[in-house]
C-alpha cells in the first residue's frame, strides 16, 4: 500500500478536527473527507486507505462515470496536507522557496522548482496563462507579463509569474509561496504539489 505510514498517522487523528484544520468537510456514512486539490474534488476514505476524484470541479470539463483513483503525488499531496494543515489565516505575503524554512537546502538539483516547463510553455504568450488557469479558480496579479495566484490546496497558495521571452532575454518563470506554505505541508509535499500544479498547467495549455 502507497503511502503506508501516512494513512497511520491520519487514523490516529480526530476526523472532525482534521476537517477543520484542513478547511475542508468530514462527511460519515461512510466516513471520508471531501477536499479540493488544484479545483477538483477528492473523497479520502481513511477507514479504506482510499483516495479517488469525484471528477467535479473546474480542472475537468464534466464529472466522470466512475470515481478515477488518484495517483501517487496527489496522494503524497492530500495525506501529508489532512495530516499538518493548520487553522491559520493565509500570511498574504508571498516568498520564494528559498525563503521557507529550509528551503534553501531542499528546493536544489533534482528538488529544484519546474519553472523550465513554465518558460517553454508560455514564454511566448504569457498572456496564455491567464486562458488556462481559469479552470483551476486563479485570479489574475499584476506581476510580470502575466501572473496568477491560486489555492492548490484549501490553505496553500501558490503564485505563479512568467516573463515574456525577446530577443535579447529568454523566458523567466517564478513560483512562489504563501509564507505560511511550509507549515501546512513539509517540503516534500509542497514540492509536489508544485510539480502536479505546473503539470496541469501545461497539459491545460496543449
Not at 36 to 58: C, W
Not at 108 to 129: A, C, I, M, N, V
Amino acid at each position: 500500500m502507497a503511502h503506508k505510514g501516512l494513512w497511520e498517522q491520519l487514523n490516529k487523528l480526530d476526523r472532525q478536527r482534521t476537517a477543520q484544520r484542513a478547511k475542508c468537510q468530514y462527511l460519515t456514512d461512510p466516513q471520508r473527507y471531501i477536499i479540493t486539490l488544484l479545483n477538483t474534488e477528492y473523497v479520502v476514505k481513511p477507514a479504506e486507505s482510499q483516495i479517488f476524484s469525484t471528477g467535479t470541479g473546474g480542472s475537468r470539463t464534466a464529472p466522470t462515470s466512475s470515481p478515477t483513483p488518484a495517483e501517487f503525488l496527489e496522494q503524497l499531496c492530500l495525506l501529508a496536507y489532512l495530516i499538518n494543515a493548520q487553522d491559520i489565516p493565509p500570511a498574504n505575503k508571498f516568498v520564494g522557496p528559498e525563503n521557507l524554512p529550509s528551503g534553501q537546502f531542499y528546493f536544489r538539483g533534482p528538488h529544484s522548482l519546474p519553472t523550465e516547463r513554465l518558460e517553454e510553455t508560455f514564454g511566448k504568450w504569457p498572456e496564455r496563462l491567464y486562458e488556462v488557469s481559469e479552470r483551476f479558480g486563479a485570479k489574475r496579479c499584476e506581476f510580470g507579463d502575466a501572473s496568477i495566484e491560486l489555492s492548490a490546496l484549501p490553505r496553500v497558495r501558490l503564485k505563479i509569474v512568467i516573463w515574456r521571452s525577446d530577443e535579447e532575454f529568454g523566458a523567466r518563470a517564478s513560483i512562489l509561496f504563501d509564507q505560511t506554505a511550509g507549515i501546512h505541508l513539509p517540503l516534500d509535499a509542497l514540492g509536489a504539489l508544485v510539480n502536479l500544479t505546473v503539470k496541469a498547467l501545461v497539459k491545460a495549455a496543449e
